[in-house]
């Protein structure tokens, strides 16, 4: 089953860019890659996801690489509201998610 | 349109007893999922549902039951609670499987069980 590494935890400054990498070297290639987001004392919200391409929302950006072994979450400026775990997140048993341990962002006013 | 509810929201338990934690989703999913999350840990699959009538094992099943009757809920049993499943218990759905296609998961606020 494909498996996710991320750094344990990042500090940015508010109203700075943030980018938050993500390695899922064993990704197969019809995988979607997923990120989400979890609040303190709350479940998981969407954020954004991918396949091949960079996408673009609302909330943030996700680049990919070209041989889709790693991807970046980038928040273009990081608020206290962005004070999260994020997930990086590819399809598992079931066509379920595997969840790592995230990144914890800790924004800095 | 009230997303994933989960009920209750805490709950304390003596070990031995049993319980259902419930979720309930009005967004006509057919994929429902119950996830628990231990402190300072990601999000780990007890169970999953691909549809009403179909349940299937996650990575960690034991001591839990499920069942799926009707599209918008999806029980999860507690049989003999034990300390070690003192956690907090999330549900999700989905419209289709994360990987086939292009599709969002919802989750719950989730269910904060403790187990003495």
């Known amino acids: ?109 | 349109n009230a997303g994933v509810t989960q009920t209750p929201k805490f709950q304390v338990l003596k070990t031995g007893q049993s319980m259902t934690l419930q979720c309930a989703q009005d967004m006509n999913h057919e994929y429902m999922s119950w996830y628990r999350q231990d402190p300072g840990m990601g999000l780990r699959l007890i169970h999953y549902s691909v549809g009403a009538g179909i349940t299937d094992q996650g990575e960690v099943p034991n001591g839990y039951n499920v069942s799926r009757s009707t599209t918008e809920d999806f029980p999860l049993r507690l049989l003999s609670a034990a300390p070690s499943q003192t956690s907090v218990y999330f549900c999700a759905s989905s419209l289709t499987g994360v990987a086939v296609r292009s599709t969002e998961a919802f989750f719950g606020q989730g269910t904060r069980l403790t187990v003495v």
């Open chain 1, 1 to 109: 089953d494909a498996k996710t590494t991320q750094p344990n935890s990042m500090e940015s400054n508010e109203e700075e860019p943030v980018h938050l990498p993500c390695n899922h070297s064993t990704i197969s290639g019809t995988d979607y890659i997923h990120w989400y987001r979890q609040l303190p004392s709350q479940g998981p919200e969407y954020v954004i996801h991918g396949l091949t391409s960079n996408v673009n929302n609302r909330m943030a950006s996700l680049a990919i690489a070209e041989d889709r072994k790693s991807s970046t979450l980038i928040l273009h400026r990081a608020t206290l509201r962005d004070a999260a775990v994020y997930y990086c997140i590819l399809p598992n048993t079931g066509n379920q998610f595997y969840f790592g341990t995230g990144t914890s962002l800790t924004v800095i006013p």
